[in-house]
């Protein structure tokens, strides 16, 4: 049975007094082992059974080495001597590793042990409690363990035992590494004190005189006897750059009764004139009051290990960019991010203060940009081309470096009159000395240049330009990989001869643009076309010739569809492009057929002879005509094929779509000779107030009067004037015949009210609306303006910032403008209040259902108080019911029109209603 460890008490006494006899033990320059031998037996006397050890971190901070055990058996410490530390490496090595402390109460069968466990048993170790050892700093020096032959957990009485034997071996590995260290430093500086190619000294601060040893000579040309005896010998010869640092620096040492050393790095006159790098150190002999007495030392020349150094260190930085971006083309297959990234490297890694690289234009000779990194890098910079040229521009190293295909340097830019560009006085002004140009190769032709530039003068030795001619090599060689991969690329998916996407490219983008459409609530068209008779132009002028005439139908193809970007050559002489969010089937007609038109009127010129080119094509729809680009381009090409067996232009792949296009292009054709023939008419609807009936103003509305159908009715015909821009004749010609009517009855002296014309979302959209309204109520020269405009409320909302700039300027004009069908769009109050609208009409769905419905009721009171608010009139649409009239009388409501008070009516029953029916005062 173990022994009782002592109270804590008597404990804690003898522990201090151990521990004493070490510390001095400590002063009196003991070894390092013997110290924690001595600690490791203090702790062990302390309790029977318990087993010390010392372990030491390595230098490395990944080992413990052997530092005390002097109980446990010698071929244990052996074996865990150099022991790694990790996670799980028994007590020891993961309280090294963990920074805290380790207790295994079992190392039978604690997992920490699992790999040491065999090793613990042979020599009948049950119990490791393991500390980290820690200087001031909190690094950690070793581990301190105890040991027991049994299963045990500490104490409390144990943790002063911890608490001794780390702290004291902490002083102990800290105090004899000091020494170490500082005789090491001792022995050091009298071997260089010693070395006879130093110049020695020594300076009696009593005599206030300078000895220099026969070494003055050798290293700074100095004959002995020409020096001043005192210390300006060296004061006087110091760079006035280090001056006041040396000399504040050695008297510093010399003041300090403690300091025994004095060393310094400086720059020291020769006697030439020029300067040496010089590593000066001195030793301090001090009287017993610790003042100087004297300094003896020595001063070595450094000059040529300095510029070793400085010459290693700008190559390590060439050598990090080398391997930067050699590492960048290996992962790179993006050209622009090759050249950026490189630049960036050479830059950030290299330490160079500006890089750039370049390519040559050969039919100008310029070198343009096309990377820059550095420090001073900017636009200004990127946009300065420099010249390749063999004239007095194209002297620099960029021109000189691509007409040789040799490297190009200039070492001091500042002193270099070779070139005056523009480029090297920008580098000259910001600070670079030294420049080199690099010329990059593709297939053995030089092709541009990669340049870097330095701030030190003659920065670009021979290995510097060895080492960056391999790295041009490198970059070259990526250059001409990536170029070899693009075009293997482009072979993949562009046609050689037009320059088009091939078959394969095209599908990508129809499948791309299939899924936009999907949540699109147009359509889109796939078109196939191939040139009619194309054969035949290979059989007689030959393939050469087919090839051009592709080229220029490609060409013109380019130039005459909305979307060129879609446009490919799937075949020998076919072509194909889809139309995205198309509304209506008419409008591909539309482009079919002014295609089909251009193209005729646009001959081509191949091998000397004039040709005209026509084509045969076909569509297909998506969705209804397939859901995939596969499904649907075969059903383009099977319209395309019943085309020609049909000898027709063009076909739809769904018969009803050639049915509805062929329909929609024969009424856009008759409304076309309706317009040259005069067969549109106005009929005007009269507005009335509400509270009186009296007249108070005209809606022109559009009738076209067909000599085989009669009157038809605006919406069998205007949504398809609007699809073909014919709404912007037909609404010129409404402004014009309305203002003309307007005339005519004044002239009769009926005094007509204010007349309304609708103004369609294309006419306002034209730049040149104002204007054609201008010219149009010219008509009402010396009178008053008596037009109104009604335009819809989502027109407005479209572009409001552009529409309030038109509106002001048709309202400066003495219109009255009204917004048409409000409550159906998404105005809201202050942009109604920016305005400069008179009117408010109230939508006839609502008025319709407001006498049966409290919803649509309140929706026209508010918009009644809304536009009286703002000081506007409110003229109700659709009224055909007295129940309606009485409503808007009660609410308040100005004018209201309706079948219910009159259908729109041609101008000859206007005079009749003028001549009968009472005016609103006012109205005209």
Known sequence: MNAPIPGPQEQATRLLVGQKEILEGIVAGRGLADLLTAICRLAERETSGMLCSILLLDADGMRLRHGAAPSLPFEYSRLIDGLAIGPAVGSCGTAAFRREQVIVEDIATDPLWAAYRDVAAAYRLRACWSTPIFNAARQVLGTFAMYYREPRKPSPEHAALIEMATQTAAIAIEHCRTNEKLQLSNERFLLAARATNDAVWDWDFGKNTLWWSEGITSLFGYPVGELEPGPESWTLRLHS????????????????????????????????????????????????????????????????????????????????????????????????????????????????????????????????????????????????????RDDADGQGVTGRAIRSGQPQIVNDISTDTRSASRRRRTAAARGFRSVIALPLFIDGVVVGNFSLYAREPHFFDDEEVKLLTDLAGDISFALQYLAKEEKANYLAYYDLVTGLPNRTLFMEHLNHAMRAAGSSPGRLVLVIGDIQRFR?????????????????????????????????????????????????????????????????????????????????????????????????????????????????????????????????????????????????????????????????????????????????????????????????????????????????????????????????????????????????????????????????????????AEMTLKLQSIHALGLRIAMDDFGTGYSSLSCIAQLPINTLKIDRSFVIEMARSDYHRNIVTMIIQLAHALRLDVVAEGVDAEEQVRILDRLGCDSMQGYLLSKPLPPEDIETLLETLPHKAGAD
């Open 241 to 388: 750059g280090d001056a006041a640092r040396v000399t504040a620096e050695f008297h510093a040492v010399v003041d300090d009764p403690k300091a025994q050393f004095w060393s310094a790095e400086y720059r020291f006159r020769r006697r030439d004139g020029s300067h040496a790098e010089v590593f000066d150190r001195g030793f301090v002999i001090r009287n017993s009051a610790g003042r100087a007495i004297r300094m003896i030392g020595a001063v070595q020349d450094i000059t040529e290990r300095k510029q070793a150094g400085e010459r290693i260190k700008r190559q390590n930085r060439v050598h990090a960019v080398l391997s930067g971006i050699n590492t960048l083309i290996v992962r790179v297959r993006d050209r622009q991010t090759l050249l950026d990234e490189a630049c960036r490297i050479a830059a950030e890694q290299g330490g160079f203060g500006m890089v750039w690289i370049g390519f040559l234009d050969r039919a100008t000779g310029s070198v343009s940009p096309a990377a820059w990194a550095g420090f001073d890098a900017d636009e200004a910079w990127g946009s300065t081309t420099a010249s390749a």
């Open 536 to 800: 035949a132009i290979n059989e007689t002028l030959g393939h050469s010739a087919g090839d051009e005439t592709l080229k220029q139908v490609a060409s013109l193809l380019r130039k005459m569809i909305r979307n060129p970007e879609n446009l490919a050559r799937i075949s020998a002489d076919c072509f194909a492009t889809f139309l995205p969010d198309v509304r209506e089937l008419s409008e591909v007609a539309h482009r079919i057929e002014s295609l089909a038109a251009a193209a005729l009127h646009t001959p081509v010129t191949v091998a000397g002879r004039e040709l005209t080119i026509a084509f045969t094509m076909g569509a297909a729809v998506f969705p209804g005509d397939g859901a995939d680009a596969g499904t649907l381009f075969r059903n383009a090409e099977a319209a395309l094929h019943a085309a020609k067996s049909a000898g027709q232009r063009y076909m739809f792949y769904a018969p009803e779509m050639n049915a509805r296009v062929a329909e929609s292009l024969h009424l856009e054709n008759r409304l076309r000779r309706a317009l040259d023939l005069g067969q549109f008419v106005l009929h005007y609807q009269p507005k009335f107030e509400v509270c009186t009936r009296r007249l108070t103003g005209l809606e022109a509305l559009i009738r076209w009067q067909d000599p085989e159908l009669g009157l038809v009715p605006p919406a069998s015909f205007i949504p398809l004037m609007e699809e073909t821009g014919l709404i912007l004749e037909v609404g010129q010609w409404a402004l014009q015949r309305a203002i003309k009517d307007h005339r005519g009855w004044s002239a009769r002296g009926l005094r007509p009210p204010r007349v309304a014309v609708n103004v369609s979302s294309i006419q306002l959209r034209q730049r040149d609306f104002v204007d054609i309204v201008k010219r149009a109520v010219s008509g009402f020269a010396g009178g008053e303006v008596a037009l109104d405009l009604e335009i819809t409320e989502s027109v407005i909302m479209e572009n409001m």
